[in-house]
């Protein structure tokens, strides 16, 4: 009877070591020389649920970042604030926009029957609610609260707030600026990426391609890592066919991770200086299994919705952050998970200096407050 061979088993990837790749490749471990398009390129959009995060998030990965070089970039159209992932706000290079959005809609089409304004129009003639909303707002940008207007006498058999949301789930409308610019803002006001942009989106865009990307600035990672972050099921089949392509490991509760063969995994002991993180940071949202990222966890939760906000020490989440100004005077507040060493505390301290003087540039006189732990 013949041998059989033993089959090689997979390097197994610790916490520490993912969490170090993870840092590489969102440009948390140092800071990178990229631009900001070439940075939303690589991290496959970011979350823009709050207008400003984008800038704290690039902010914290980019060296010599400059906000009006990012508002410079969503002024001229060539990035965009539209829905995708998870079916959340995003900000994205205007082809990702155009691939990612035709991409996500399972996403949307799974979601919008179970909620409110799902089952009120569930009845409503989708394809000439969409049309009627398209032609609006493409005539013009505007909120939903005054497409609601436009929509009512259309379809009075209908509540209009619950047709606004069918054109939101159906449709790939974009925020326009001043929403999402620096130091200003304005109502979110949409209109559709096809009119915004000036061009379609992409007929059939590749999960492949999709996947790949993700990979490289989230991975190793796992199918349902990607589930994840990309709000999509059955991708199961998508990294089966990319199998040759990619190198596979395994994690510390034996999960197959799939990773590209030449992506950054660093020495699991490598440094990582603190890092300060803003509201739904993809880094933090990106993953079935968070413990490459999410280590130590809060006594209490955040008494305030600001405190969602996060830094990290030693490349973990390691407490929430807030700035508060008032009068010329503007305090960064921490609020650590667990105790800090000295060396922690200063260096923790110091970018808090750091980011001071990029969030509240005017202030007259800046402090960081420690909390106790």
């Not at 609006?136 to 005054?146: D, F, K, N, Q, S």
């Not at 991770?257 to 739904?280: E, H, K, N, Q, S």
Request: aromatic residues 10%; hydrophobic residues 45%.
């Amino acid at each position: 009877m013949a041998e059989m061979k033993k089959p090689n088993p997979k390097e197994v990837l610790s916490s520490q070591a993912l969490n170090r790749a993870l840092l590489a490749r969102q440009y948390l471990l140092e800071r990178a020389d990229v631009t900001p398009a070439g940075a939303i390129r690589h991290l496959v959009g970011m979350q823009a649920q709050v207008p400003t995060d984008p800038y704290f998030g690039l902010w914290s990965r980019l060296k010599n970042f400059r906000p009006d070089d990012l508002s410079d970039l969503i002024e001229s159209r060539q990035a965009v604030r539209i829905a995708v992932m998870r079916g959340t706000l995003h900000l994205l290079l205007a082809a990702d926009a155009l691939f990612l959005r035709p991409l996500s809609q399972p996403v949307f089409d799974r979601a919008f029957p179970s909620t409110p304004f799902g089952k009120g129009a569930k009845n409503a003639d989708r394809t000439a609610v969409v049309a009627a909303a398209r032609k609006a707002v493409e005539a013009r940008p505007m909120t939903l609260a005054e497409l609601r207007k436009i929509l009512a006498p259309q379809f009075p058999d209908f509540d209009a707030g619950h047709l606004s949301y069918l054109f939101h789930y159906f449709a790939p409308l974009v925020q326009v600026p001043p929403r999402g610019l620096w130091q200003r803002s304005g109502a979110p006001k949409v209109t559709t990426a096809e009119a915004w942009l000036g061009k379609p989106l992409v007929r059939q865009p590749s999960a492949e391609t999709m996947v790949l990307r993700y990979l490289a600035a989230f991975g190793p990672a796992s199918v349902m890592d990607a589930q994840a972050w990309s709000g999509l099921t059955k991708l199961g089949p998508v990294f089966e066919k990319l199998r040759p392509r990619l190198v596979t490991f395994t994690d510390e509760g034996g999960r197959e991770l799939f990773d590209p063969p030449d992506a950054p995994r660093p020495d699991p002991d490598t440094p990582a200086p603190p890092r300060f993180l803003p509201v739904y940071d993809n880094v933090t949202l990106g993953f079935a299994n968070r413990d490459r990222i999410l280590r130590h966890q809060p006594k209490t939760p955040p008494a305030q919705n600001a405190w969602v906000t996060t830094f990290t020490v030693d490349g973990f989440v390691a407490g929430f952050w807030k700035v508060v100004a008032a009068k010329g005077h503007a305090t960064l507040e921490l609020e650590p998970f667990r105790k800090l060493t000295k060396n922690e505390t200063a260096a923790l301290t110091a970018e808090g200096r750091r980011l001071l003087k990029f969030a509240a540039p005017d202030a007259d006189k800046t402090e960081v407050k420690l909390g106790m732990y």
